[in-house]
């Protein structure tokens, strides 16, 4: 999918983006107006890689700057899910939402593979969360992205290859509604905190 547009998304100030994706350059980049303050590199061929990925997450998580939104693509998004539902709470508190770009890139991927890769509870992620898929109902592709979606209790958006106007600015328009709920969200997290603590006398 591309999503590149005239004009790129500002995040607010207090939101750090954290990437996970085994592309160093991928193409829903454009989207950002300023880079993501780190980047995951995907590889879990091995049970080390895997490990390796889950403690550079909690590393880049922990020491962002602020809430975190996580950006994550293709098998990155089962590696973000899996770390989501097994990391201590301390570490997944710091998660303000998440974007998933095209969890499945085709057909043919082994989904299957990747569930086992990552085996972890079968529950909704302890964050907000939009999913966004390919549009094609001519294959089951769509359906199966809705699964994921409906297993990770995301949101979904459909988006095109073929239209290169409405889908993306319907798209950065979603999620600039979505970032600034997670920072509303935030925002009254931190008023609920404060009003729980009482003052030192």
Do not use: K
């Given at each position: 999918m591309?999503?590149?547009?005239?004009?790129?998304?500002?995040?607010?100030?207090?939101?750090?983006?954290?990437?996970?994706?085994?592309?160093?350059?991928?193409?829903?980049?454009d989207?950002?107006?300023?880079?993501?303050?780190?980047?995951?590199?995907?590889?879990?061929?091995?049970?080390s890689?895997?490990?390796?990925l889950?403690?550079?997450?909690?590393?880049?998580?922990?020491?962002?700057?602020?809430?975190?939104?996580?950006?994550?693509?293709?098998?990155g998004?089962?590696?973000?899910?899996?770390?989501?539902?097994l990391?201590?709470?301390?570490y997944?508190?710091r998660?303000?939402?998440?974007?998933?770009?095209?969890?499945?890139?085709?057909?043919?991927?082994?989904?299957e593979?990747?569930?086992?890769?990552?085996?972890?509870?079968?529950?909704?992620?302890?964050?907000p969360?939009?999913?966004?898929?390919?549009?094609?109902?001519?294959?089951?592709?769509?359906?199966?992205?809705?699964?994921?979606?409906?297993?990770?209790?995301s949101?979904?958006?459909?988006?095109?290859?073929?239209?290169?106007?409405?889908?993306?600015?319907?798209?950065?328009?979603?999620?600039?509604?979505?970032?600034?709920?997670?920072?509303?969200?935030?925002?009254?997290?931190?008023?609920?905190?404060?009003?729980r603590?009482?003052?030192?006398?």
């Amino acid at each position: 999918m591309e999503y590149a547009m005239a004009t790129a998304l500002t995040l607010p100030a207090n939101l750090s983006l954290v990437e996970i994706s085994a592309a160093a350059t991928a193409p829903w980049r454009d989207l950002f107006a300023a880079p993501a303050q780190a980047h995951v590199p995907y590889r879990a061929d091995t049970l080390s890689e895997r490990n390796l990925l889950g403690a550079r997450l909690d590393s880049a998580v922990t020491r962002a700057e602020g809430a975190v939104l996580l950006v994550a693509e293709g098998a990155g998004c089962f590696a973000t899910a899996w770390w989501a539902r097994l990391s201590p709470a301390s570490y997944v508190s710091r998660v303000a939402g998440a974007l998933f770009f095209d969890p499945i890139a085709d057909e043919e991927e082994n989904v299957e593979s990747l569930m086992d890769t990552f085996a972890s509870p079968r529950t909704r992620l302890p964050f907000p969360s939009i999913v966004l898929g390919r549009d094609d109902r001519r294959t089951a592709l769509a359906a199966r992205v809705q699964a994921l979606a409906d297993g990770w209790g995301s949101g979904m958006i459909a988006g095109s290859r073929s239209d290169v106007d409405g889908p993306l600015r319907r798209t950065r328009g979603i999620i600039a509604r979505f970032t600034a709920g997670v920072v509303a969200r935030e925002v009254r997290t931190g008023r609920a905190l404060i009003g729980r603590v009482r003052p030192i006398r």
